[in-house]
């Protein structure tokens, strides 16, 4: 089993910046990366960012492309999410997520079996 712990949310005014965190431990050897999703009330939950570990490639959805940075330390097995210029509308929970051992990151949260607790960020205007 993994086990992942995000933490860094908040509350923030538009255009704001903040850096989301995520930790895993147990037993993480074979996690190939790790991704960030996000689902605000009543909507689906969403891809935002990915990081693999093996080729240190970084995926990231298309409405967060320049303004989010994911980064990571696999010796620590540390994820962050370096988010700028925030929008009211990225008002949600933040989840860290990892995939079962052997297997890539991808968009598709079904492929997910690990889930932190999720991080709330909300966005005032």
């Known amino acids: 089993q993994v086990q992942l712990v995000e933490s860094g949310g908040g509350l923030v005014q538009t255009g704001d910046s903040l850096r989301l965190s995520c930790t895993a431990s147990?037993?993480?050897?074979?996690?190939?990366?790790m991704a960030w999703f996000r689902q605000a009330p009543g909507k689906e939950r969403e891809f935002v960012a990915a990081?693999?570990?093996?080729?240190?490639?970084?995926h990231y959805a298309d409405a967060v492309q320049g303004r989010f940075t994911v980064s990571g330390d696999n010796s620590k097995n540390t994820m962050y999410l370096q988010m700028a210029n925030l929008k009211p509308e990225e008002t949600a929970a933040y989840y860290c997520?990892?995939?079962?051992?052997?297997?890539?990151?991808?968009?598709?949260?079904?492929?997910?079996?690990?889930w932190g607790q999720g991080t709330q960020v909300t966005v005032s205007s």
């Open positions: 147990g037993r993480t050897s074979g996690i190939t990366g």
């Open positions: 997520a990892a995939p079962r051992s052997g297997v890539g990151v991808t968009r598709n949260s079904r492929l997910y079996i690990y």
């Open positions: 990081i693999s570990w093996i080729d240190g490639s970084q």
